[in-house]
């Protein structure tokens, strides 16, 4: 009989659909009831056309998880997490074309969310974060040079195509989305200062962060050209992961420079997945790396919150 760790996730992931069978059944009396909430998240789509699919494949479906067996719930739990992700998508599609049900559209993207962890959850046992360390993210040591103008070179590039992408292309796309599925509100004035403010303040401790790797650590900040040498220089002698809080100030700023509020759920997004799913796989490779060195770093330096006395 599995043991009380192995019960601990499937229980999680039945908790969860339960709550999501509760809150479905929730949002289709809100739908029936109340118009607001039926143009908000549905548009102009016909409500009992989509309950008739949606009830017995998301409600019902979420809530046979709960009582069903190991097995059966497993295929129930397969069921509506198919039927989520096909809904989020479709909805995406509609509000893309008409301007309409963006508050569905973002109320969906939450429920695949969830459904696709819980999922892994009750089949699995556990998220395979390790999915994620593939191609540039996968731990791998640069190769160890004399002189660090090569990792320096390296990091320039790096920094270009990463910022670009994540601090200019998808804040960019998260924005015109928001703007056609009229999800944009109002920024108060002076945020977009703010913004600037907290972007270039960012990009300097990023920067500085950047060059203490490359000058002093053998190797560049991106995982599969990782630095030979433990560094605790510069920014890295206030927290442990200096990088992660600049880029996630950084989105934050940019979110505030276009006053997009979805940019920054989606910087703070990154964080919670960065400091969950992908830092312990790298303090893991670290210790493997430099051992007892690391550990008492990690003992004397917070990961978040800088400590301005070292040790």
């Given at each position: 009989?599995?043991?009380?760790?192995?019960?601990?996730?499937?229980?999680?992931?039945?908790?969860?659909?339960?709550?999501?069978?509760?809150?479905?059944?929730?949002?289709?009396?809100?739908?029936?009831?109340?118009?607001?909430?039926?143009?908000?998240?549905?548009?102009?789509?016909?409500?009992?056309?989509?309950?008739?699919?949606?009830?017995?494949?998301?409600?019902?479906?979420?809530?046979?998880?709960?009582?069903?067996?190991?097995?059966?719930?497993?295929?129930?739990a397969s069921?509506?997490?198919?039927?989520?992700?096909?809904?989020?998508?479709?909805?995406?599609?509609?509000?893309?074309?008409?301007?309409?049900?963006?508050?569905?559209?973002?109320?969906?993207?939450?429920?695949?969310?969830?459904?696709?962890?819980?999922?892994?959850?009750?089949?699995?046992?556990?998220?395979?974060?390790?999915?994620?360390?593939?191609?540039?993210?996968?731990?791998?040591?640069?190769?160890?040079?004399?002189?660090?103008?090569?990792?320096?070179?390296?990091?320039?590039?790096?920094?270009?195509?990463?910022?670009?992408?994540?601090?200019?292309?998808?804040?960019?796309?998260?924005?015109?989305?928001?703007?056609?599925?009229?999800?944009?509100?109002?920024?108060?004035?002076?945020?977009?200062?703010?913004?600037?403010?907290?972007?270039?303040?960012?990009?300097?401790?990023?920067?500085?962060?950047?060059?203490?790797?490359?000058?002093?650590?053998?190797?560049?900040?991106?995982?599969?050209?990782?630095?030979?040498?433990?560094?605790?220089?510069?920014?890295?002698?206030?927290?442990?992961?200096?990088?992660?809080?600049?880029?996630?100030?950084?989105?934050?700023?940019?979110?505030?420079?276009?006053?997009?509020?979805?940019?920054?759920?989606?910087?703070?997004?990154?964080?919670?997945v960065w400091?969950?799913?992908?830092?312990?796989?790298?303090?893991?490779?670290?210790?493997?790396?430099?051992?007892?060195?690391?550990?008492?770093?990690?003992r004397a330096?917070?990961?978040?919150?800088?400590?301005?006395?070292?040790?």
């Open positions: 009989m599995p043991g009380r760790e192995g019960r601990r996730p499937a229980a999680l992931a039945r908790g969860y659909f339960a709550l999501q069978a509760a809150g479905g059944a929730a949002w289709w009396v809100a739908v029936f009831t109340v118009p607001f909430v039926r143009e908000a998240t549905l548009g102009d789509l016909d409500p009992v056309i989509v309950a008739a699919l949606d009830i017995p494949l998301f409600v019902v479906a979420s809530a046979l998880v709960v009582v069903l067996s190991a097995r059966a719930a497993r295929g129930a069921v509506t997490t198919l039927w989520t992700l096909l809904v989020t998508v479709s909805l995406a599609l509609y509000a893309t074309v008409t301007t309409l049900a963006g508050w569905g559209v973002l109320i969906m993207i939450a429920a695949s969310a969830g459904s696709v962890c819980a999922w892994m959850l009750l089949a699995l046992g556990r998220i395979p974060t390790e999915g994620l360390l593939i191609g540039p993210f996968a731990f791998r040591r640069a190769p160890s040079r004399r002189s660090p103008v090569v990792h320096i070179v390296t990091t320039v590039g790096q920094i270009v195509v990463f910022w670009g992408l994540f601090l200019v292309v998808f804040p960019l796309i998260i924005t015109t989305l928001e703007q056609r599925w009229m999800l944009a509100l109002p920024a108060p004035g002076g945020v977009r200062v703010v913004g600037v403010v907290l972007v270039v303040a960012a990009s300097v401790v990023g920067l500085w962060s950047a060059a203490s790797l490359t000058t002093k650590g053998d190797g560049t900040p991106l995982p599969s050209a990782a630095t030979n040498r433990l560094v605790i220089a510069g920014p890295y002698l206030l927290v442990r992961n200096p990088m992660a809080v600049a880029g996630i100030a950084q989105g934050v700023g940019v979110g505030l420079i276009l006053g997009s509020w979805m940019v920054v759920v989606y910087a703070l997004a990154g964080s919670l400091n969950y799913a992908i830092r312990p796989h790298e303090e893991a490779d670290l210790i493997a790396t430099f051992g007892d060195d690391y550990v008492a770093y990690q330096v917070r990961c978040w919150v800088p400590r301005f006395t070292t040790r």
